[in-house]
Nanobody, 121 residues
């Protein structure tokens, strides 16, 4: 069983930055693909970024967000720059057995509880 805990969310003005962290425990972290998803009120959960054998981003965050991982610390990060009001959502960390990144949330076996990111205009 893998336990994921996100942190780093908060309220920021448009144009600002935040760094989300997701600490994992249990399992073999280095063998998992890790993903960040987000869900805004009334919307479906959306893939934001993933890291495994490759990194992948949704088009709307390319050039602004960077996903990275530190296998020694069992932690994955999401650096978010140039934030926009439309980035406002609950951000979730997810883990998938095997290092292949998928954009569908159904391919991830483990999920964190989420952290709120609010970007004011």
């Amino acid at each position: 069983q893998v336990h994921l805990v996100e942190s780093g969310g908060g309220l920021v003005q448009a144009g600002g930055s935040l760094r989300l962290s997701c600490a994992a425990s249990g399992g073999t972290f280095s063998s998992y693909a890790m993903g960040w998803f987000r869900q805004a009120p009334g919307k479906e959960r959306e893939f934001v970024a993933g890291i495994g054998e490759i990194t992948s981003y949704v088009d709307s965050v390319k050039g602004r967000f960077t996903i990275s991982r530190d296998n020694a610390k069992n932690t994955v990060y999401l650096q978010m720059n140039s934030l926009k009001p439309e980035d406002t959502a609950v951000y979730f960390c997810a883990a998938r057995i095997q290092l292949i990144v998928f954009i569908s949330p159904t391919n991830y076996q483990y999920w964190g509880q989420g952290t709120q990111v609010t970007v004011s205009s």
